[in-house]
């Protein structure tokens, strides 16, 4: 019987084919979750549901993927990539199944959550794999490849969901994503390999059940919080009951001899960093997503398609972007990019924060997509080079820490910015309103949207400090190498010069 816990040797394995079905997997489920959030009115009409409960299917995504995420480490260690991959591809195919025969609003949840489940175990494991196979000169450009899928599936997934829902049923949407998904998990079989150690850890269901509330509650509670305000009881009860639950399983995880979820990830000074500045621009980025079509829908009348047509240049130029700047980073590093990714990203944010009644529709498609630009030189590069610095037996859990903290800091910042908007919005109808009271209803509009532009204007300047305070954290990013890649140079004799540079090495870039 092979000793799976062996470390395998990962230069004899073909890594194309490897991750073509891991990056056509991640597209697919990325490409499904931006083509429902247009397709939701047509649904709530169809189905005869409520506002709420539309929503909920888009929230159940989230809280499932939030919940999941965390406990993947755990699951790496536990099964093969290709049981993972399979498991994973196999249930979002079944869920996007039942989604698109579904008749009834419970038959659609249960087909979310199913896909959601799949869908939340994608994205770790594919990073995972990236940095098991790849060594750390050529990561960029592989984590590049990963980006090209997280940003060309949200640049043609509502102009796409648009045209279709304007023509056909709200059910074609899944029947799209169905071929895909099927045909990934036929080439999943064949080509997948593993390429992980595995560790065979005990299951540890204590700490399953406090990541569950932990995560989900903190989850459900800042993403309802833009919506029901920060005073409701369904916003706080979830808050406080994840925030305590989070303290024990912090506990927990600490005392464990082999912990579902590591937290001594954040030991390593350069991924601590990358970390917060990951969380601080996730946050920032959400704002344009979020407050630009409620600009150009609900003040400025135009349509989802045109509002979507607006973000798809810069949503395709950072998908195309992605792979050069991977390239870049395994040549340059992951702090010149970041500088001038944060420099970009800060000063298109605020040019959004001066918007006004006419503001011109392709002034703002420009603007946009040179934000995109920049924040394409932001997010691969510096997740990698956190991740650079950990161990060989932490990828799992640096992986699954990174993207938990990031669809944390996804909820955080839409609420946040949304609370922003509103509570400005709120402020400024008071200010605008003539001291009788007394106006018309079309006087009552004008007043409201000219409020709302001023909230969103507030809320782009806060966005604007948030990329200036990343901006500055870039500053201190330096070069890392792995413990083990430390050991390997010195018994070759390649020691550190104080130039930072390696002996045998041409450079040494500052990730």
């Known amino acids: 019987m092979k000793d799976r816990s062996a470390v395998i040797d990962t230069s004899k394995i073909p890594r194309v084919p490897i991750i073509f079905v891991m990056v056509m997997g991640a597209f697919v489920a990325i490409l499904n979750q931006t083509l429902l959030n247009i397709a939701l009115p047509v649904m709530i009409v169809d189905l005869g549901m409520s506002a709420n409960a539309a929503q909920s299917l888009t929230t159940i995504f989230m809280l499932v993927n939030g919940i999941l995420i965390p406990i993947t480490a755990f699951l790496m260690e536990k099964f093969t990539t290709r049981q993972l991959f399979l498991t994973a591809m196999s249930l979002f195919a079944l869920g996007t199944l039942i989604c698109g025969i579904s008749f009834s609003f419970p038959l659609l949840l249960t087909g979310r959550i199913v896909q959601a489940a799949g869908a939340g175990i994608m994205m770790p494991l594919l990073m995972n794999v990236i940095l098991s196979l790849f060594p750390i000169e050529k990561r960029g450009t592989a984590m590049g490849w990963i980006g090209l899928a997280m940003m060309f599936a949200p640049a043609i997934g509502p102009t796409l969901s648009g045209i279709i829902v304007q023509s056909f049923s709200w059910r074609v949407l899944f029947f799209i994503v169905l071929p895909i998904a099927i045909?990934?998990?036929?080439?999943?079989?064949?080509?997948?390999?593993?390429?992980?150690?595995?560790?065979?850890?005990?299951?540890?269901?204590?700490?399953?059940?406090?990541?569950?509330?932990?995560?989900?509650?903190?989850?459900?509670?800042?993403?309802?919080?833009?919506?029901?305000?920060?005073?409701?009881?369904?916003?706080?009860?979830?808050?406080?009951?994840?925030?305590?639950?989070?303290?024990?399983?912090?506990?927990?995880?600490?005392?464990?001899?082999?912990?579902?979820?590591?937290?001594?990830?954040?030991?390593?000074?350069?991924?601590?960093?990358?970390?917060?500045?990951?969380?601080?621009?996730?946050?920032?980025?959400?704002?344009?997503?979020?407050?630009?079509?409620?600009?150009?829908?609900?003040?400025?009348?135009?349509?989802?398609?045109?509002?979507?047509?607006?973000?798809?240049?810069?949503?395709?130029?950072?998908?195309?972007?992605?792979?050069?700047?991977?390239?870049?980073?395994?040549?340059?590093?992951?702090?010149?990019?970041?500088?001038?990714?944060?420099?970009?990203?800060?000063?298109?944010?605020?040019?959004?924060?001066?918007?006004?009644?006419?503001?011109?529709?392709?002034?703002?498609?420009?603007?946009?997509?040179?934000?995109?630009?920049?924040?394409?030189?932001?997010?691969?590069?510096?997740?990698?080079?956190?991740?650079?610095?950990?161990?060989?037996?932490?990828?799992?859990?640096?992986?699954?820490?990174?993207?938990?903290?990031?669809?944390?800091?996804?909820?955080?910042?839409?609420?946040?910015?949304?609370?922003?908007?509103?509570?400005?919005?709120?402020?400024?109808?008071?200010?605008?309103?003539p001291s009788g009271g007394n106006v018309s209803n079309e006087q009552l509009t004008i007043i409201e949207n000219l409020a709302t532009i001023e909230g969103i204007n507030d809320a782009f300047l806060v966005s604007t400090l948030l990329a200036v305070l990343a901006f500055v954290l870039s500053f201190f990013i330096k070069q890392v190498r792995p413990p083990e890649k430390e050991e390997e140079d010195m018994v070759r004799g390649h020691y550190p010069t104080p130039r930072g540079k390696l002996r045998g090495q041409k450079s040494a870039p500052d990730y």
């Open 183 to 433: 045909i990934d998990i036929i080439l999943a079989y064949f080509l997948l390999r593993n390429v992980t150690r595995l560790s065979k850890p005990k299951v540890d269901y204590l700490s399953i059940v406090l990541s569950s509330l932990a995560f989900g509650g903190l989850l459900y509670g800042f993403s309802s919080a833009g919506e029901m305000g920060w005073s409701s009881p369904l916003v706080l009860i979830p808050l406080g009951i994840g925030g305590i639950v989070m303290v024990f399983f912090v506990r927990r995880q600490l005392r464990l001899k082999t912990p579902m979820l590591e937290f001594r990830v954040f030991k390593y000074n350069m991924f601590t960093l990358t970390t917060i500045i990951s969380v601080i621009v996730t946050m920032a980025m959400f704002a344009a997503m979020i407050l630009i079509p409620i600009y150009l829908q609900n003040v400025r009348g135009f349509s989802p398609l045109e509002s979507g047509l607006l973000l798809l240049p810069g949503a395709i130029l950072s998908a195309l972007m992605s792979p050069i700047t991977g390239r870049l980073f395994d040549h340059i590093g992951a702090r010149p990019l970041a500088l001038v990714g944060l420099g970009i990203t800060a000063v298109t944010t605020y040019m959004f924060a001066g918007l006004t009644d006419d503001t011109g529709y392709y002034y703002m498609m420009i603007a946009y997509s040179l934000r995109m630009v920049g924040i394409s030189m932001i997010m691969m590069p510096i997740m990698t080079a956190g991740l650079n610095q950990l161990p060989k037996r932490l990828y799992s859990h640096g992986t699954a820490m990174a993207n938990t903290l990031r669809q944390m800091s996804g909820s955080i910042g839409t609420a946040f910015l949304v609370t922003v908007m509103s509570a400005q919005a709120a402020k400024y109808t008071a200010e605008l309103m």
